[in-house]
């Protein structure tokens, strides 16, 4: 079941306001991430436009109920629905959270941060394997912005995450943000999460906006990118890439022509990054 | 504390406000263990209401912002999430809104839940291929009493005391909310045509004749009913006229027999 990198280019996040400049318009957006759950509805228009740009771009599935941290029973009625919708548009990848979501049959529908420690490795990794027998295919995981820092932890972030995919043998879908975010809440560099990370293992990143609230930072993706996170993409571009990247916009959407501004910059930095690696050699 | 403990701890605090996760996280500088427990218990509240306001849009309008977030917070203290999707989460507001005082107050808010709730229901309902009138006509005369009807599954039927759909056109449009009128119950239908939700109200004979029609009773039976309540005199007629408005609105997905 193991395939190797593929890189469909850059990215955005499918949204409702976009359907219909989407069909129209046909931007020059590579692929389109989408929000797995949006989909996993009976019928209607949700379904009916995802057929129609499926048709017309490539699309990955993008999950925020996995739960594969939880330690409830993972619920195979949404992994089967999970895995009819994959059977329907063929994506890329589908990918989730390294993190839970609610316990006792409860749903926070957050993204609720582990401690890092042995046994939430052990347990996560048991889990990805049954999933991905399940799916029959390779995972990837995001990591997650997280508020608070567990005593129970005995291991930093970088080291929980590259050991969860070497040792469940799953992808990692790196949110560059969240690497910002979380540098800042709990104070570490965030150039050296990235450099530990196992170039390998990244088949995704993920670049998005925030909220500074001066003694923390809340990962909201309803802003532009800052150029701090730029910076820091740039820097994991040429560590780990080239990678697949998409910009995350889930609330206060503007118009597709802004985001597609947004997308040109983030091909520029890329560009510009290869050039000058080209003009230094 | 072991993984299982620290995540019921964790989600007891942001369900119930209990503090006993506070001991397991460490105060950094910049924002104290409180302070960072405190932004999933708010961000909790601010996406579940968020979700409630998408769902009902027209009953947050009427409401007002701070009735409304009133309503969602106590809403989702009494009704934590069971399900994986929050698409499911609003469903059981008419209810809530029944039991509460404001809802008892204003027994409109809940009808007016009950048929947002309705539409979003028929937003996303499953498809189905409708029946063409076509297809009716083709059938030979000798089959029509036997015949029988399924129904698109995004159909509903249901009653309303208030004027709450004159009020949902208003508010939807921009305009100014009618006062409150109510008067006996009177049977509406809510249903998907193509992509987009529909919605009527039914006349009484209609009402019946249709929800006999969905409990699978033949053609022949639909033609007593409206003889039983009609006073003109053809009501075989009258029953396939019936028949001719619900294939125009594309609700009927497949014809079958005795």
């Known amino acids: ?281 | 504390m072991n993984l299982q403990a620290l995540q019921n701890a964790f989600q007891d605090y942001v369900i119930a406000l209990k503090p006993g996760i506070g001991m397991r996280i460490r105060s950094l500088p910049g924002a104290t263990a409180s302070q960072r427990l405190e932004i999933y218990a708010e961000a909790y509240r601010l996406r579940l209401a968020e979700v409630l306001r998408n769902h009902f849009p027209v009953l947050a309008a009427y409401l007002g912002e701070h009735a409304f977030d009133e309503l969602a917070v106590r809403y989702i203290d009494a009704n934590p999430s069971s399900q994986y999707s929050v698409r499911w989460f609003g469903g059981g507001l008419e209810q809530f809104l029944r039991a509460a005082p404001l809802g008892q107050d204003r027994p409109l808010l809940a009808e007016l839940a009950g048929f947002e709730w309705r539409l979003n229901r028929a937003f996303d309902a499953a498809d189905s291929a409708p029946i063409v009138r076509a297809a009716l006509a083709a059938l030979p005369a000798s089959s029509w009493p036997a015949l029988r009807f399924v129904f698109q599954p995004g159909l509903q039927r249901f009653k309303l005391n208030w004027n709450v759909v004159e009020i949902w056109k208003a508010i939807d449009a921009g305009q100014p909310a009618p006062a409150p009128e109510t008067g006996p119950a009177k049977p509406w239908l809510v249903w998907r045509q193509d992509l987009n939700c529909r919605f009527r109200p039914l006349p009484e004979l209609e009402a019946s004749v249709l929800d006999a029609a969905r409990s699978g009773m033949p053609f022949a039976y639909l033609c007593e009913l409206v003889d039983r309540g009609a006073e003109q005199d053809d009501s075989a007629a009258q029953a396939t006229a019936f028949l001719q408005r619900w294939i125009a609105d594309k609700l009927v997905c497949q014809l079958g027999k005795l």
């Open chain 1, 1 to 281: 079941m193991k395939q190797s990198r593929p890189n469909p280019g850059f990215g955005l996040g499918l949204r409702k306001e976009h359907y219909e400049s989407v069909l129209r318009d046909r931007p020059a957006v590579d692929w389109f991430e989408v929000l797995t759950e949006n989909y996993l509805v009976p019928g209607g228009k949700p379904l009916y436009y995802l057929e129609r740009v499926r048709e017309r771009y490539p699309l990955a599935m993008h999950g925020v109920s996995l739960s594969i941290g939880g330690c409830d029973p993972l619920d195979y009625r949404y992994l089967r629905e999970l895995r009819q919708l994959a059977v329907r548009i063929e994506p890329l990848w589908i990918s989730d959270h390294l993190c839970w979501t609610g316990v006792n049959g409860r749903n926070l529908h957050d993204l609720m941060p582990l401690p890092y420690t042995a046994e939430a490795l052990a347990h996560v990794v048991e889990r990805v394997a049954a999933v991905q027998d399940f799916l029959g295919r390779q995972i990837l995981l995001e990591n997650v912005s997280s508020y608070v820092t567990y005593r129970d932890s005995d291991m930093p972030e970088w080291d929980f995450l590259t050991a969860v995919a070497e040792q469940a043998d799953c992808r990692i879908l790196l949110d560059i943000n969240n690497i910002y975010v979380n540098g800042f809440n709990h104070g570490f560099d965030p150039r050296r999460y990235i450099d530990a990370i196992p170039a390998g293992r990244v088949w995704q990143f993920h670049v998005a906006g925030h909220q500074d609230h001066g003694t923390h930072i809340i990962d909201t993706h309803d802003a532009p990118v800052i150029p701090a996170v730029w910076d820091l993409y740039a820097y994991a571009w040429a560590k780990l890439g080239p990678v697949a990247a998409m910009i995350e916009r889930d609330d206060h959407i503007p118009p597709l022509a802004e985001l597609m501004s947004e997308l040109a910059f983030m091909r520029e930095r890329v560009e510009m990054r290869v050039a000058a690696e080209g003009a230094g050699s």
